[in-house]
């Protein structure tokens, strides 16, 4: 999250945790368990310090989870699967969690996808989300490997179908006309003209009465 200090374009802000001591042992083991937490943010347009959001609410497709046992790995894990792209566009979630990495601050070119008003393309996405599922330097470079391949086999192919069906469609659309009209052409080649014929047999007629 962000930090008191706009070094980066952010808002300043800090965060009010909620926690419960002993993490389900003896009071005096030593381990803690956080419970949720509260994001306040200082404001440069009012100048005032305010509520932010609060975790739970913010992620509340693991609210359930968050309530009956803390932030645990269980339930950050079900928020980074909710943040992964639907239909090949970004997820409001990971578009939310944009915004909060700058406490609602617009970010800018320089921020390089935080912010909400910051572009965040297909390649900005994949490295949030192997961010959030690698711990180690090589399994994010297999992250990205494995997510370029995946857009091209799912995304790409899909895109590649509907633009094939589009134009089988359009060249069908194209033959059928021509059809029509080839057909109407030698309807009227192979129709006589009566007006024609009737000259003729008129003419015809006027010859045999003057012989």
């Given at each position: 999250?962000?930090?008191?200090?706009?070094?980066h374009?952010?808002?300043?802000?800090?965060?009010?945790?909620?926690?419960?001591?002993g993490?389900g042992?003896?009071?005096?083991?030593?381990?803690y368990?956080?419970?949720?937490?509260?994001?306040?943010?200082?404001?440069?347009?009012?100048?005032?310090?305010?509520?932010?959001?609060?975790?739970?609410?913010?992620?509340?497709?693991?609210?359930?989870?968050?309530?009956?046992?803390?932030?645990?790995?269980?339930?950050?894990?079900?928020?980074?699967?909710?943040?992964?792209?639907?239909?090949?566009?970004?997820?409001?979630?990971?578009?939310?969690?944009?915004?909060?990495?700058?406490?609602?601050?617009?970010?800018?070119?320089?921020?390089?996808?935080?912010?909400a008003?910051?572009k965040?393309?297909?390649?900005?996405?994949?490295?949030?989300?192997?961010?959030?599922?690698?711990?180690?330097?090589?399994?994010?470079?297999?992250?990205?490997?494995e997510?370029?391949?995946?857009?091209?086999?799912?995304?790409?192919?899909?895109?590649?179908?509907?633009?094939?069906?589009?134009?089988?469609?359009v060249?069908?659309?194209?033959?059928?006309?021509?059809?029509?009209?080839?057909?109407?052409?030698?309807?009227?080649?192979?129709?006589?003209?009566?007006?024609?014929?009737?000259?003729?047999e008129?003419?015809?007629?006027?010859?045999?009465e003057?012989?």
């Amino acid at each position: 999250g962000p930090s008191i200090t706009p070094l980066h374009g952010n808002d300043p802000s800090f965060r009010l945790v909620k926690y419960d001591r002993g993490g389900g042992g003896g009071i005096d083991d030593g381990k803690y368990r956080i419970l949720d937490y509260d994001s306040h943010r200082f404001s440069f347009g009012t100048s005032h310090w305010s509520k932010f959001y609060t975790f739970s609410k913010a992620y509340n497709m693991a609210s359930d989870m968050i309530k009956e046992e803390g932030l645990t790995s269980k339930a950050f894990r079900t928020i980074v699967k909710s943040m992964d792209d639907k239909r090949g566009r970004e997820s409001p979630v990971l578009k939310s969690y944009r915004s909060y990495m700058l406490s609602g601050a617009d970010g800018n070119v320089a921020n390089r996808g935080r912010g909400a008003n910051t572009k965040c393309d297909s390649k900005c996405r994949d490295e949030f989300m192997c961010t959030f599922q690698s711990a180690t330097r090589t399994g994010y470079d297999d992250c990205l490997l494995e997510r370029k391949h995946s857009w091209r086999k799912d995304g790409r192919s899909i895109f590649g179908l509907v633009g094939a069906v589009v134009c089988g469609i359009v060249v069908l659309a194209f033959a059928i006309v021509r059809c029509r009209k080839r057909s109407r052409r030698d309807d009227y080649e192979s129709t006589p003209s009566v007006t024609g014929n009737g000259q003729n047999e008129d003419i015809g007629a006027r010859d045999q009465e003057m012989i």
